[in-house]
């Protein structure tokens, strides 16, 4: 790791919370005008994940920072193209599987570049599938996996059928691009046909992409550490250092934090003020996503619990962290029962966040349809009776 800087700033915890909020999106007006692509552009990645629980994680994101924008509204922000035909967004490997800005399509020429490079992959390709599927897709236009032969051999996921293998080899290495999500399923086309063509020619060199990606993940945390930076959009500590010094940001010393830090200027400039969210967070929300920033800024350990066997579950299967007055202030692992919205399970942070618990699951429930709310099992079980006459007197 190179040599660090001297600080341009000294930060306390509490400001470089909410320089964090800020930069999220959960502190201040939010932005009505710029809608769903403005959080997406804001972000800068809105990660995609399988499970649906109230709605799936890409739906959640701008929910959290907007409140009830419909959810047939942000898959279309995110998919419909402009008057020009042209795509806003598309989806590629970031943090993980994300939706980014079109625009920021020639800032991921390092990662095809690298994919081009691996020596071995998981699945094996059968000889001629890859010319095959670009064959197909140059013929007839954007398919699913399906239209174009199947995605799976077998009824085991993991169990990719050859057009499968290939189609995602070639969203890889960037000749294949995905810009629709179509009943979950992605939608391929050609990147030539997709990308628009200002886009799709301006190969830059790695270090510029880099550059440009650790900017962009220190102007949408705020303030980060190296590790807080490199996780957001999965580079290694060796590619940060390579271009911090060049990227914008500056260095600034954050108390208690014990390691260097770097911040946006634009961060610094004004202090964080304005109106905080109350709302449930998606466990991938760019807020909460990396655990070690999360316990730093927050105080509070959080993983998602999906894949933990059900026994060995401490807060639920979709654990859902609850944001109010900028703190994380509990847990809520929601499910749906036609038109209730159950609290399965319920951590509370003591008597003072009852009010805004019951205020983020009300919210929740009117986005999603729902005309009740039910709750089940309270951690504190001393706090179940508060919680739910505190809705009952919303609901009334």
Not at 193 to 205: T, V
Not at 260 to 269: I, K, N
Not at 274 to 286: E, V, Y
């Amino acid at each position: 790791m190179t040599s660090t800087p001297r600080p341009t700033a000294d930060l306390t915890t509490d400001e470089a919370r909410r320089i964090a909020l800020r930069a999220q999106g959960f502190l201040g007006a939010p932005d009505r005008k710029g809608g769903v692509r403005g959080v997406l552009r804001h972000l800068g990645a809105v990660q995609l994940d399988t499970i649906s629980v109230l709605a799936r994680s890409h739906e959640l994101i701008p929910y959290a920072r907007l409140g009830a924008v419909g959810r047939k509204t942000v898959d279309e922000a995110y998919w419909t193209p402009g008057s020009d035909g042209a795509p806003h967004a598309f989806e590629y490997w970031s943090h993980a599987a994300c939706i980014l800005p079109v625009e920021e399509w020639p800032h991921f020429a390092f990662r095809r570049r690298a994919y081009r490079a691996r020596p071995h992959w998981n699945h094996a390709l059968p000889d001629g599938t890859y010319d095959q599927v670009i064959k197909q897709l140059r013929t007839e236009g954007r398919l699913t996996a399906t239209e174009l032969g199947g995605a799976k051999k077998t009824s085991d996921w993991w169990d990719w059928s050859g057009t499968k293998v290939a189609v995602e080899r070639a969203l890889m290495y960037g000749e294949v691009v995905c810009t629709e999500r179509r009943g979950w399923k992605r939608v391929y086309d050609l990147a030539e046909r997709a990308i628009p063509q200002h886009l799709l020619h301006d190969e830059l060199d790695d270090t510029e992409c880099l550059r440009r990606l650790v900017r962009l993940a220190g102007q949408s945390l705020g303030v980060g550490t190296r590790a807080d930076i490199a996780d957001y959009h999965r580079l290694k500590g060796e590619q940060v250092d390579a271009v911090i010094a060049d990227s914008g940001l500056v260095p600034v010393a954050v108390e208690g934090w014990g390691k260097p830090a770097w911040a946006d200027p634009a961060a610094l400039a004004t202090a964080p003020r304005g109106r905080h969210r109350t709302t449930l967070l998606s466990p991938f929300d760019s807020l909460i996503w990396e655990r070690a920033r999360t316990e730093r800024i927050f105080g509070f350990t959080h993983r998602l619990e999906a894949y933990t066997p059900k026994p060995k579950r401490v807060y639920g299967y979709f654990a859902m962290p609850v944001l109010a007055g900028g703190r994380l202030v509990g847990r809520v692992d929601p499910a749906r029962a036609g038109r209730t919205l159950v609290a399965k399970q319920v951590t509370l942070d003591g008597p003072k966040s009852v009010p805004a618990v019951a205020q983020a699951l009300l919210e929740a429930a009117s986005w999603v349809d729902c005309t009740h709310v039910r709750v089940e099992r309270v951690d504190s079980p001393e706090l179940r009776d508060p919680l739910t006459r505190e809705l009952t007197r919303a609901l009334a």
